[in-house]
């Protein structure tokens, strides 16, 4: 691996006499150009100078942001951010975005994304709001590799660049949605040639660092592309051709504090120069596995936020300085919001971030919460800045002046609350999903016999056709196709079965992305709780929670699941002590507790509400609820199959409540008994409908029933793994752009069938189920461990990289992570 260079204190540049950081900031304050040797005072302040630095960055924010008309206000773009190639020239130590042609042939990943798969998930996309397509790719594959080149040949392209300016305005006729162009390194004639389909474009510069580029072992020798001499080029280029442009610096990935000085000067000059830089990108460096920096450390903290207030001061009131949420933690929102940042990017609610996927987007209602936490507002804008819009007629070309107007506020220039998207139904509001009749007045716990179905799934032209075209229509939006074209989805077999989930796959990598995500649990049966201690190796008493909770929180668990019954004979209030318990023992574990039927028998047997019921959950320390005690969301399959179970109407109304509480939850459905086809999709289209009311759901987990009742198919003679493609195929066209994350559950299918389901849409396999070292057997499933080392080797099997989360598809810290290995 290369060695990064750590010497970033000593390395500070020429022999000077101290540079007085108070005196900087001044100067800074006045609006006075600063030198490197000043910027380098500001990039090594510390201690006290940090404070005044950062106090000085905050201020000049407020002051821009009043002077933009905006007061108290940072602003964000709802994104769909488009893979369009993953191949590249260049061999970054620290990229794992990119793919060689051996790889995409491991994958059964296209050279380029086509044309329609861009459009399936823009429309997506559109749908949930988003206005801006974010269009990434590697440098000029076609320049190293020939299977780039010849995919290029065969479908008329003269270069990639061709290829991204036909996508750009494919994107822009068809749905109305603008293009943001970050294809890397252009020239003066590519840059203008690109203008008349975009409104901005962006390519870090990075860094300014010579040593970096130049030197064996370092993270940018061996990438052309990386030049800094060249980049700073393509930067000058765009202020000529007048365009809006984004670019920034990375910080930690071995520049020393001059480079990071030097780096932000050579921005503002060039700025002062064209005025076209809208936004300034300061990103911190993040390890990721199997690249030669993985074992490099993150950029620290203190480092990167003095770094951003330093960019603040460099470039000052007026311009946009923009740090990526998805790469720092929540707690760590405030320093960077002090530090004078207000932009927070990109962040989009269908598609990952493919060049970070280890670092989930925050959801947009979670980011605008901690935005007013700060004390400020978080306002939706376009790819192009407020500014640059307000002066359309010198920064954008004609092409795109009706496309940016047509989305952008009027008044502000910020984005519109909810505008028509052309080439797919009506934007909806952040977070919700358009509304159609059949959805509107579906029955949430219908009874569904047969053919008949009460899905809540928008009813179509029901053109039907092959299994691939449904498919492909499923893909662009799942709301177009009516329940017997689902059905026709289900019952595919044979070559149109390999279609269909072809198809599914492609919508998850380009949806949520390649990381097959795990987290590290254990589960907790209440049925087994006795208040007088327990006399079995599978019950538990109250001391034994505690413990048990303690010991998963050693193991490295962030999760602690419990669900069942409490037995008749202890009292209700269990639900609520063992609770307490494990909170008590493991103040930081997330607790996962309480199906719908257990929630209701709380309820119940205490003599609350059900809102009542949930309140004293959350008192006592419940985080999210499992979505299960439910097998297929009809009655006639509830009476045959579980009749103990929670009745339908009530289930439905109890994860409803749930949601409206605060609590998230996960889905499920148990396949592969007396229902039928039409009750499967009934059973997705009401999950879908209360996800568009709640957006309470993180995943729907396809759950195959076991004998003696289950292992029915629904197609004779189909082999029981299509059975399992088709329903994780389905269940993934059919959720997608509503419920995000398709869990594959491996204690059901094991490892190798596990393996072929996440190639048929699946994402997710759960949790590790760790047994523990106290009372193993109080956990459903006991004996089923997926330990973090299997997990990684089945994705390696995969090429795909496995990501361990949170409950919720959060992050988790690095000391859970360390914990955990």
């Excluded at 950062?54 to 964000?76: F, H, N, Q, V």
């Excluded at 709380?602 to 959950?617: C, N, Q």
């Excluded at 289209?685 to 195959?704: A, D, H, K, N, Y």
């Amino acid at each position: 691996m290369p060695t990064p260079r750590t010497d970033l204190r000593s390395d500070v540049g020429p022999e000077t006499a101290p540079v007085l950081v108070a005196h900087v900031i001044d100067r800074a304050r006045a609006g006075e150009r600063l030198s490197t040797d000043e910027v380098l005072a500001l990039v090594t302040a510390d201690g006290a100078d940090r404070d005044l630095l950062l106090a000085a960055a905050s201020a000049l924010r407020d002051e821009g942001l009043a002077l933009a008309g905006r007061p108290g206000i940072i602003t964000y773009s709802r994104k769909v951010f488009v893979p369009l190639t993953t191949l590249c020239r260049d061999r970054c130590h620290y990229c794992i975005f990119v793919d060689t042609p051996g790889q995409l042939l491991k994958k059964n990943k296209p050279a380029y994304m086509s044309p329609e798969q861009v459009l399936q998930v823009v429309r997506q996309g559109a749908a949930l709001g988003c206005k801006e397509v974010l269009l990434t790719l590697g440098d000029r594959p076609e320049e190293r590799w020939p299977e780039a080149r010849a995919w290029l040949d065969e479908h008329g392209y003269a270069s990639t660049l061709d290829y991204v300016a036909a996508i750009a305005r494919l994107v822009t006729a068809e749905t109305g949605l603008l293009a943001h162009l970050n294809p890397g390194v252009m020239h003066a004639h590519e840059l203008s040639a690109l203008r008349p389909v975009a409104p901005s474009m962006g390519m870090m510069l990075e860094t300014t660092s010579r040593a970096l580029f130049e030197t064996p072992g370092q993270p940018h020798f061996g990438s052309p592309d990386k030049d800094p001499a060249l980049r700073l080029q393509v930067i000058e280029d765009a202020g000529a051709a007048r365009i809006p442009f984004t670019t920034g610096i990375l910080v930690g990935i071995g520049e020393t504090p001059l480079d990071r000085a030097e780096s932000l000067v050579a921005l503002r000059d060039a700025h002062q120069r064209h005025g076209h830089i809208q936004e300034v990108i300061v990103q911190n460096f993040r390890a990721k596995p199997r690249t030669a920096m993985q074992d490099a450390p993150d950029a620290d903290l203190l480092e990167y936020a003095t770094v951003v207030a330093a960019a603040r001061l460099v470039m000052g009131a007026r311009m946009r300085i923009q740090v990526p949420p998805n790469l720092s933690d929540p707690a760590e929102f405030a320093l960077l919001v002090a530090a004078g940042i207000d932009d927070w990017g990109g962040v989009s609610p269908l598609t990952a971030d493919h060049v970070n996927p280890e670092r989930p987007w925050p959801h947009v209602d979670d980011l605008a919460a901690a935005t007013a936490s700060l004390g400020y507002e978080l306002h939706e804008r376009l790819t192009a800045h407020p500014e640059y819009l307000a002066d359309a007629d010198t920064w954008l070309d004609p092409a795109m002046h009706a496309p940016a107007a047509a989305l952008a506020d009027p008044a502000t220039h910020l984005a519109r609350a909810a505008v028509p998207v052309q080439g797919t139904r009506n934007a909806a509001p952040a977070g919700s999903e358009p509304q159609h009749a059949s959805l509107e007045h579906g029955t949430a716990g219908a009874t569904s016999t047969g053919g008949t179905s009460m899905s809540g799934v928008h009813a179509g032209t029901g053109t039907g056709g092959t299994v691939r075209k449904l498919a492909e229509r499923a893909a662009a939006d799942p709301l177009v196709l009516d329940d017997t074209e689902w059905q026709r989805l289900l019952e595919a077999a044979g070559s149109e079965l390999d279609d269909l989930t072809r198809i599914a796959d492609d919508v998850r990598r380009y949806t949520v992305g390649e990381a097959i995500t795990i987290a590290v649990n254990r589960n907790l049966t209440p049925t087994g709780f006795r208040a007088a201690g327990a006399q079995t190796p599978a019950q538990f008493d109250l001391a034994d929670a505690a413990a048990i909770a303690a010991d998963a929180w050693d193991l490295g668990a962030t999760e602690l699941c419990i669900q069942g019954l409490i037995e008749p004979d202890e009292a209700a209030t269990a639900y609520l002590d063992i609770v307490r318990a494990a909170r008590a023992a493991a103040p930081a574990i997330h607790l996962h507790a309480y199906r719908p039927q257990d929630v209701h028998d709380l309820a119940a047997r205490t003599g609350l509400t059900l809102d009542e019921a949930l309140a004293a959950m959350r008192d006592a320390g419940v985080d999210t609820v499992p979505g299960t005690g439910v097998k297929v969301l009809s009655e006639r399959v509830r009476g045959l199959i579980a009749p103990g179970d929670l009745e339908i109407d009530r289930w439905v109304e109890t994860i409803t409540a749930a949601h409206r509480a605060g609590f998230r939850s996960t889905s499920v459905l148990f396949y592969g008994h007396v229902e039928t086809a039409a009750e499967r999709i009934a059973h997705l289209g009401t999950l879908r409908r209360i996800q568009s009311e709640t957006r309470g759901f993180t995943e729907f987990v396809p759950i195959p029933l076991p004998g003696p009742a289950g292992g029915v198919g629904l197609v004779t003679g189909r082999s029981a793994l299509d059975e399992h493609r088709a329903m994780a195929a389905v269940a993934r066209l059919f959720l997608s752009g509503s419920i995000p994350h398709l869990q594959i559950p491996w204690t059901r299918h094991g490892l190798d069938t596990s393996a072929v389901l996440l190639q048929a849409g699946g994402d997710d396999l759960g949790g590790t189920l760790l047994d523990g070292r106290v009372r193993p057997e109080a956990g459903i499933e006991a004996g089923n461990q997926l330990p973090l080392v299997n997990a990684t080797r089945l994705a390696r099997r995969l090429f795909r990289p496995l990501r361990q989360r949170t409950t919720v598809y959060g992050e988790p810290s690095d000391e859970r992570k360390a914990a955990a290995r």
